[in-house]
């Protein structure tokens, strides 16, 4: 054996890889595929329509169902608990399972409770205890029950987003492919009440061809989660606040939107996910072109690959 088992391991598949460790208890059924370098805790449970990946820890107390896909580097933490059948009956089996997967580097917490036909996308973290009724981002952090966003995984350098203030007399800086930035509206107020105004070329660095607003959004929910191939966008929250992850793929940023001569410009191919939206919200958009469903990036593994074709 290339891998190491403890004696009162129950292991019947032969598709183990090398270096993985299977500790006390742990069964594990014939057609289950283990790869290479797993720590499988005490009391690990492993049934045969599974697939589990490299360098995955499972920690004690766990069940691993069929139709249950475990990716590269995922961590399961102490009694997390999988589904794979949304309406369960006693002596009635459904003819094939539902298809869970946690895709690379995510993290389930102890105590969580998956349930089934989910996907739980790559480097996102549940927090123990949380219930998980949804798909969950990439890179987004959930807790609760039902489980909700409540932040994303910080990366080691955030993105370089420039300020740039109000300038009447001039334009503002040429498009910078790949940068976003924030840009800070004129604003009036007197006893009349605010005002704040946008020019085309100047203020907003583009001719817009189609806006759209986005209004009572239940707290927290998520929007956006795609980026654009060439379609260039300007957020403004005009009422209310939301937060707002970019992504470009190296690196991630939140960037917090609670004035309403603040606007957000997006280039290009950045992911952007809006969320944390207040009660009161009003998110005003504003886009270089008309609506095309091609120019959406909707899938955040084809984004990666777009934007880092030689990783």
Not at 96 to 104: D, G, R, W, Y
């Amino acid at each position: 054996m290339t891998y190491y088992k403890h004696p009162q391991a129950l292991v019947e598949s032969i598709h183990i890889g090398a270096d993985t460790r299977i500790w006390a208890f742990t069964h594990i059924l014939p057609r289950a595929v283990i790869g290479a370098g797993c720590n499988l805790c005490d009391h690990v449970y492993i049934e045969n329509d599974v697939i589990i990946g490299d360098r995955v820890t499972i920690k004690n107390g766990v069940q691993i169902w069929d139709g249950i896909r475990l990716e590269d580097d995922v961590f399961i933490g102490p009694n997390a608990t999988f589904t794979n059948d949304r309406f369960p009956r006693s002596g009635q089996h459904q003819a094939s399972p539902c298809l869970t997967t946690v895709k690379k580097g995510a993290s389930i917490g102890a105590n969580a409770t998956i349930l089934p036909g989910l996907v739980i996308e790559q480097h996102a973290m549940v927090g123990a205890g949380a219930v998980v009724t949804k798909n969950v981002p990439p890179h987004a952090i959930v807790a609760g029950n039902p489980a909700k966003i409540i932040g994303y995984e910080p990366s080691v350098e955030k993105m370089p987003i420039s300020r740039v203030e109000p300038a009447p007399a001039k334009k503002s800086s040429p498009l910078l492919p790949g940068t976003a930035r924030l840009i800070t509206l004129p604003f009036v107020s007197d006893l009349r009440g605010n005002l704040s105004v946008a020019e085309l070329g100047k203020d907003i660095p583009f001719t817009p061809r189609r806006f759209f607003w986005v209004f009572d959004v239940p707290n927290r929910e998520v929007r956006g989660a795609h980026a654009h191939r060439q379609q260039h966008q300007v957020l403004i929250c005009i009422k209310g606040a939301l937060s707002v992850m970019l992504d470009d793929g190296q690196h991630r940023d939140e960037i917090l939107l609670d004035q309403p001569n603040l606007a957000l410009y997006i280039p290009p191919m950045i992911w952007a996910v809006e969320y944390k939206y207040s009660p009161d919200s009003v998110l005003l958009v504003l886009a270089s072109g008309e609506y095309d469903a091609a120019d959406y990036i909707r899938d955040y593994e084809t984004f990666i690959q777009l934007v880092n074709p030689d990783s």
